[in-house]
């Protein structure tokens, strides 16, 4: 029966499901109809209630601003074991989805440098190519096709 691999080992690459066809995948000894674009997330949470993919309370607790009573290091370990990604990672990623949704409501790039502490608009440009997958001017027009990110998810880990 296939195990799920490290987090770490997905983040920025992949793995080779077996049995995998284009309607559906084996993962943690169970048959998944393979999602669509706007069907990843909706995945994610079956994944999550069914126990093949398991929640770090830890990097919730986290995530939802709390200050759990362990030391930094704890916090960022468990983070890359749950995430693959530093807890850096996570608040850039976590700020260019700010980004987004302000940029998408129409507020100006300008005043979203200096609301979410960005350096400048390039700089502010850079983290929405890289995270979010769309420049400003696409967010503000809905232009660009599926969005990297779902505006409207719920934390999953």
């Known amino acids: 029966m296939f195990r799920s691999p490290p987090t770490a080992a997905l983040v920025d690459g992949g793995i080779e499901l077996p049995d995998t066809t284009r309607r559906a995948f084996r993962w943690d000894g169970t048959s998944w109809e393979t999602p669509g674009p706007d069907d990843a997330e909706a995945l994610v ?3 999550v209630r069914a126990g093949a993919v398991v929640r770090d309370p830890l990097v919730t ?8 009573a362990v030391s930094g290091r704890t916090v960022e370990r468990r983070f890359r074991a749950a995430t693959g990604l530093t807890r850096g990672a996570v608040r850039q990623i976590e700020r260019a989805r700010s980004a987004a949704e302000l940029l998408a409501a129409g507020t100006p790039a300008a005043d979203v440098v200096a609301r979410l502490g960005y350096f400048d608009e390039p700089h502010l440009a850079r983290a929405l190519r890289t995270y979010v997958g769309r420049t400003g001017g696409q967010l503000r027009e809905g232009a660009g096709g599926a969005i990297a990110l779902d505006l409207d998810q719920c934390l999953t880990s």
């Not at 986290?62 to 200050?67: A, N, T």
């Open 61 to 68: 607790e986290v995530l939802r601003g709390d200050h759990p």
């Open 45 to 47: 949470g079956r994944l």
